[in-house]
């Protein structure tokens, strides 16, 4: 069997002659051989600082929607705290308010009995148009 013959290298083929897309022969010293090669190797540094620089954009991108997650979380935690101290705040109110109610109706329907039927109630109301009614101390019941 024949040895291989030996693949040359770039090296050696610039050396040697080369050939171009219509198969002449070009050697290294063509000046149209030389001006492609600028041209190619002035595109790859042109592409390459493109690359870099979308690489560096992306990486400040990415940080600074990270710091606006960071602060859109934090921001999260406080509006639920918030949330909670509200809801808490109102079913106390609502709590201590219908607990002023049943004992004003419990005193209406004590007072009633006792008294005579031409008497006055101690809390005064203004009904409204609407079936809403609003008690002297400012408390808004609905009526059904």
């Known amino acids: 069997m024949p040895p291989k013959p030996r693949k040359r290298t770039y090296a050696a083929a610039a ?3 080369a ?3 219509c198969g002449s022969a070009v050697t290294t010293d063509d000046d149209e051989y030389r001006q492609k090669r600028d041209r190619n190797n002035i595109a ?3 592409s390459r600082e493109k690359s870099r620089q979308r690489a560096h954009e992306t990486a400040e991108k990415m940080e600074r929607l990270r710091q606006e997650n960071e602060q859109l ?4 935690v406080e509006l639920s705290a918030e949330l909670r101290t509200l809801k808490d705040l109102l079913l106390a109110r609502a709590s201590s308010s219908a607990a002023r109610r049943s004992s004003v109706k419990n005193e209406k329907s004590t007072t009633a009995l ?3 039927p031409s008497s006055s109630s101690t809390s005064q109301e203004v009904k409204l148009a609407d079936p809403h009614t609003v008690n002297i101390d400012h408390e808004y019941t609905f009526s059904n």
């Open 114 to 116: 006792s008294s005579s």
């Open 15 to 17: 050396h040697d002659s």
């Open 73 to 76: 979380e934090q921001r999260t």
């Open 19 to 21: 050939t171009d897309s």
């Open 44 to 46: 790859v540094k042109k």
